[in-house]
């Protein structure tokens, strides 16, 4: 089965440039999760989808980074205008709702876009 | 304070050595705990998954819950260099479980 599938791996782009990562989560998945990982911080939710809809997006840094889920089998993360100091790497994961294990389930992850912006 | 605490490390040891890596956590209604490794580059996967105390064996690997002390660790026996990764213990939030309260990581290096 395919995992997650993020685009671009890569993306190096100058400040002030608009900046889109791509993502499809695992087909069935109702629930999908955007995070940015940097040596500081670790590992931060960024926001994250049920359904399609933007549930909790706390965690987004600021009005310069928008989330979009148009369809159960794509998200994108958009960042307008970029800074250096977005440079990290962000994750795409999703998970199921299913109904073992009262409700917890496992985040399958992406294998990243690394962000440098100059 | 932090939700999940973990040393980041880097931890080196020799092939065959028995590792030990551990997360502190401060709310005492978690109850669903994991481990997830991750490789250079990659994505973290999925390694172990346990639901309130006690121990979990998947081959070499254990994970362990100790709910009164509010610690939970991950052992790996016969350590090989193809584990030498990044760890992370993760903890779904009490109320959201959707939110996962991740640990720093620890860099495990397993020397040949």
């Known amino acids: 089965d395919a995992g997650v599938i993020q685009s671009p791996r890569h993306e190096v782009t100058e400040m002030g440039q608009e900046v889109t990562l791509r993502c499809k989560p695992i087909?069935?998945?109702?629930?999908l999760f955007w995070y940015r990982q940097t040596m500081m911080r670790g590992l931060e939710l960024l926001i994250y989808?049920?359904?399609?809809?933007?549930?909790?997006d706390s965690g987004m840094p600021e009005d310069r980074f928008s989330a979009k889920m148009p369809n159960a089998s794509f998200s994108t993360l958009k960042i307008q205008p970029s800074e250096p100091r977005d440079s990290a790497v962000y994750f795409c994961?999703?998970?199921?709702?299913?109904?073992?294990?009262?409700?917890?389930?496992?985040?399958?992850f992406g294998d990243g876009t690394r962000l440098s912006i100059l | 304070q932090k939700e999940v605490e973990q040393d980041p490390g880097p931890l080196s040891v020799p092939e065959g050595a028995i590792v030990s890596l551990n997360c502190t956590y401060s709310?005492?209604?978690?109850?669903?705990f994991m481990w997830y490794r991750q490789y250079s580059r990659k994505g973290p996967e999925l390694l172990m998954y346990?639901?309130?105390?006690g121990n979990k064996e998947d081959g070499r690997f254990t994970a362990q819950v100790d709910k009164s002390s509010k610690y939970i660790s991950l052992f790996i026996r016969d350590s090989q260099p193809s584990d030498s990764a990044t760890y992370l213990c993760?903890?779904?939030?009490?109320?959201?479980?959707?939110?996962?309260?991740f640990g720093s990581g620890t860099k495990l290096n397993v020397k040949p």
């Open positions: 087909s069935g998945h109702d629930y």
């Open positions: 346990t639901y309130s105390s």
């Open positions: 994961a999703s998970s199921s709702s299913g109904t073992g294990a009262g409700g917890n389930q496992p985040q399958h």
């Open positions: 989808f049920n359904n399609n809809v933007p549930i909790d």
């Open positions: 709310n005492s209604a978690f109850q669903y």
């Open positions: 993760a903890i779904p939030g009490k109320y959201n479980f959707n939110k996962f309260y």
